[in-house]
């Protein structure tokens, strides 16, 4: 788990759900490891909106923080059903199953390093592949393909 006191704390995150009751604490409580920038946390998302980029890129702007990382996939011509998870400190995985929209998720939280890595290696290949939004030029190449 997220531990303030850790130099090694680490957050990856590939989207969750965001109309989930729980998500705006989860969030609140998210945005305030960040802002110690003392847990790396890496954001991995798919552009379904401007709402995103921008939110994101607002963040990176604000707070200049060294251990923030966001990437993305531009918007496929068809919605892909991908796995929402977090992964927390490479020794747990919080997670969904499928679910259709507009249906309550089912969240399931993970301790087992096997799975964990299982997730830690699914996220790097999703990592590696998809477009950095750090700077002006990559919000600008990323916003040209999102539909307002």
């Known amino acids: 788990m997220l531990d303030d006191q850790s130099d090694q704390a680490a957050l ?3 989207r969750i759900s965001a109309n989930h009751p729980s998500r705006k604490q989860y969030a609140e409580g998210r945005d305030k ?8 946390y890496r954001y991995l998302g798919v552009l379904y909106s401007r709402t995103r980029l921008e939110r994101n890129y607002k963040f990176l702007k604000d707070h200049n923080l060294y251990n923030y990382f966001v990437r993305f996939y531009q918007r496929p011509n068809k919605e892909i059903p991908l796995l929402g998870f977090v992964i927390f400190d490479e020794e747990e995985v919080f997670t969904r199953y499928p679910f259709d929209s507009g249906e309550d998720p089912g969240y399931v939280l993970i301790r087992s390093p096997e799975v964990t890595k299982l997730f830690i290696n699914y996220l790097e290949k999703l990592w590696q592949s998809s477009y950095k939004l750090g700077d002006e030029n990559d919000y600008k190449f990323l916003e040209k393909d999102i539909s307002a």
Do not use: G, K, N
């Not at 490891?33 to 790396?40: C, G, H, S």
């Open 12 to 14: 990856d995150e590939q």
């Open 33 to 40: 490891a960040i802002l110690t920038d003392r847990v790396r």
